[in-house]
């Protein structure tokens, strides 16, 4: 048996350990929101996030994963509310046959979590990585503009207090 966390939830599946997550996700979990693409590691259609990264699903062995907590597609919103970044996915009306769409998202908030307010550059040197048989990238370029404006950067982490000086106890 294998424990997984996925989107907040403990799951446990009885697979080999090398099976590919992409698998226990659709197969095992019914969260077909994560699409194959390749099977290689090369479209980016499978792409989810591990331990805050975003992984190749289809490459990643179900039995590397370790506990660590895994985000789908299906996790993104919260409490019924879309995350920025999906609805500037609807305002600029980003999807057209919509396969690989899960995964431009997942990876454009990868990028988001690094790259606050992302330019051009940053955004077309990630999401270029994930394929688009479409064409998409013009408006997903738009949309991951939209969302970074709408988006409240995450606080950094707190500072450690500084040092003062070494206080003396009795005598
Ligand atoms: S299906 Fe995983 S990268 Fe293509
Ligand atoms: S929207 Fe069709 S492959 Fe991207």
Redesign the pocket.
């Known amino acids: 048996m294998i424990e997984l966390t996925v989107n907040g939830q403990t799951r446990t599946v009885d697979v080999p350990p090398e099976t590919p997550l992409l698998w226990v996700l659709r197969e095992e979990l019914g969260l077909n929101g994560t699409k194959f693409g390749c099977g290689i590691a090369q479209c980016g259609a499978c792409t989810v996030h591990l331990n805050g990264e975003p992984v190749r699903s289809c490459v990643t062995p179900v039995g590397e994963v370790d506990k660590k907590p895994i985000l789908t597609i299906e996790g993104v919103a919260t409490g019924g509310t879309l995350h920025p970044l999906q609805q500037a996915w609807i305002d600029e009306g980003v ?7 899960s995964g ?1 998202i997942m990876s454009a908030l990868g990028l988001l979590k690094r790259v606050p307010k992302p330019t051009d550059e940053d955004i077309d040197a990630v999401l270029s990585a994930n394929i ?3 064409g ?1 990238y013009c408006r997903i370029r738009k949309a991951v503009h939209r969302a970074a404006d709408n988006m409240t950067p995450e606080a950094p982490p707190p500072k450690k207090p500084a040092e003062g000086p070494a206080v003396k106890v009795g005598k």
């Open positions: 999807p057209q046959c919509g396969y690989c769409q431009q688009c048989r479409c998409t």
